[in-house]
């Protein structure tokens, strides 16, 4: 848990960092729209105290009985929008998530006809399909510029997949690779579409974006 203080206005903010893995000087500043971008801007504006190092779910436990015996919502020198009520109830077994009801009744109602989808009118259309971004088209998209490609071709060269080598690889598992080939590849299982004027088969995605109304074959954009 800790606090960071503006060494002007003397305002501060109360915070916890609970990730796997997580240390004081790993770099993390804070979660705050507010404060964070103020301290990345300026940070020599600003000095953290480090107030309490333990468990995750012990320093949330510990963050909100502090938030809250500063009642530091209403504090006018306080950045913290709310005591921190509840937070603590997300962590370990007493994340509501472990409950398989709880867990069960939240996926169904973002499933099937509940999807949000689902609740668009018939007639609705999505303004983005046949859009481009002309500014990363063609030879506009950074990869394209040599020194980007550079950069790229040099983080790949010598780099050795040892999942993918020799008998690590799930290829040369017989049953595996026969699941995965010939009819029961990926591909196959595309729904496609064929192009009224040029009369190549395309996956429906591909067939939206380059072919259609969009066809090089079409009369007049040939």
């Known amino acids: 848990m ?3 203080i503006n060494i002007h206005t003397k305002m501060w903010y109360i915070g916890s960092r609970t990730a796997k893995g997580c240390h004081p000087d790993d770099g993390y500043i804070c979660s705050s729209k507010i404060v964070l971008p103020m301290i990345s801007e300026n940070r020599n504006e600003w000095v953290r105290e480090v107030l309490v190092i333990s468990n995750p779910k012990y320093i949330l436990h510990l963050e909100t009985r502090l938030l809250q015996s500063l009642n530091a919502k209403d504090d006018i020198m306080s950045f913290n929008k709310h005591n921190g009520d509840g937070i603590f109830i997300s962590v370990g077994d007493d994340n509501p998530m472990r409950d398989p009801n709880i867990a069960k009744k939240l996926s169904d109602s973002v499933k099937g006809d509940n999807h949000w989808t689902k609740k668009k009118p018939a007639s609705y259309i999505n303004p983005q399909i046949g859009q481009k971004r002309p500014t990363i088209s063609g030879d506009k998209h950074p990869n394209k510029r040599p020194e980007n490609a550079a950069k ?13 080598e020799g008998a690590n690889n799930v290829m040369n598992n017989p049953e595996i690779a026969a699941k995965i080939s010939g009819e029961h590849h990926w591909t196959k299982k595309i729904p496609k579409s064929i192009c009224e004027y040029c009369g190549i088969q395309i996956a429906k995605s591909n067939y939206t974006r380059w072919h259609g109304t969009n066809c090089k074959k079409k009369e007049g954009r040939v």
């Open 2 to 4: 800790y606090r960071w």
């Open 152 to 164: 790229i071709s040099k983080s790949h060269l010598g780099k050795r997949h040892l999942y993918a």
